[in-house]
Nanobody, 124 residues
């Protein structure tokens, strides 16, 4: 089993940047494909970005393409989400997930473990 802890969220203005981190522990990090999901008030948790087990393949939902970048650092057992040009509609709780397999995986049910989430609030 893998434990996930997100950090880096906060309150920012539209156009600002933010970097989220997800620290993993408990099992070998390289075993898992990883993903970032978000849940806005009154909405379902939805995919933001996902990365394959090796880090060689990535997926981004259309609304964040060109603005967000997901990466993983095997030496630190961490994954990151660099968010640039933030918009008010990016406001949500952001969750880190771990999935067994090669990936990338873009559906929530494919993930076995989740972090507690970190709040990102973007003011216009």
């Amino acid at each position: 089993q893998v434990q996930l802890v997100e950090s880096g969220g906060g309150l920012v203005q539209a156009g600002d940047s933010l970097r989220l981190s997800c620290a993993t522990s408990g099992r070998t990090f390289s075993t898992y494909a990883m993903g970032w999901f978000r849940q806005a008030p009154g909405k379902e948790r939805d995919i933001v970005a996902a990365i394959s087990r090796s880090g060689g393949l990535s997926y981004y939902t259309d609304s964040v393409k060109g603005r967000f970048t997901m990466s993983r650092d095997s030496a630190k057992n961490k994954v990151y989400l660099q968010m640039n040009s933030l918009k008010a509609e990016d406001t949500a709780v952001y969750y880190c997930g771990a999935a067994s397999g090669i990936g990338p995986f873009i559906r929530g049910y494919q993930y076995a473990s989740w972090g507690q989430g970190t709040q990102v609030t973007v003011s216009s």
